[in-house]
């Protein structure tokens, strides 16, 4: 007597229970007739036809997304930049590495690239790259350095964590967007 053990390769990826009538144009995984026919040649219901349904991101999210990966570098770089306060180039330099590493970490996890969107996550980036170069003067050895003051001082290197912030969106920008 003899046993037909059927193995997956006959079986639709998607519907076990169901045959395998061919394979997926996308994906070569095996697929039965309902996802041929509801299908056709984008693909099978294993791997969506290449149309996975994703949940849009509202402006919200992306905020608070974007705010919440800049937390790190915010800590992070205020401690090292606490290194350069008194150093005249570098206390320009590291703010602005600062602004920069922020704005890396909001657009990467902000989930949307809308013109709002990355308005929200610039203006999240800058603060946050300020906000790291403050927490530098303020955790400095000593306290001889205010945070707001002296302008002359703390001006420059605010500005310079902004201008990081900025030059990471206009040097990697999303090159489809460019016009």
């Known amino acids: 007597m003899r046993v037909d053990v059927s193995w997956a390769g006959d079986r639709c990826a998607a519907h076990p229970a169901r045959p395998a009538r061919g394979t997926c144009p996308r994906c070569d ?7 041929a026919a509801a299908f056709g040649g984008a693909g099978c219901a294993a791997c969506d036809g290449g149309r996975r349904l994703q949940r849009r991101v509202g402006l919200l999210e992306a905020g608070i ?4 990966a800049t ?18 180039i570098f206390s320009l330099v590291v703010p602005g ?8 970490a909001a657009a990467a996890v902000a989930g949307r690239r809308d013109r709002t969107a990355t308005a929200l996550t610039l203006a ?4 946050a790259g ?3 170069t403050a927490l530098g003067f303020h955790l400095l050895t000593g306290g001889r350095q205010g ?3 002296p302008w002359s001082v703390v001006g420059a290197p605010y500005l310079c964590a902004i201008a990081g912030a900025v030059a990471y969106r206009v040097l ?5 967007r460019r016009s």
């Open 130 to 132: 300020v906000l790291g």
């Open 29 to 35: 995984l095996p697929r039965c007739d309902a996802d």
């Open 97 to 104: 590495l600062v602004g920069f590493a922020a704005s890396v």
């Open 172 to 176: 990697f920008a999303d090159p489809r």
């Open 65 to 68: 997304r974007a705010g919440l």
């Open 124 to 127: 999240i980036a800058a603060g």
């Open 71 to 88: 937390w790190p570098v915010i800590m992070v770089g205020g401690w090292i930049a606490t290194q350069y306060v008194y150093d005249h």
């Open 147 to 149: 945070v707001l003051q």
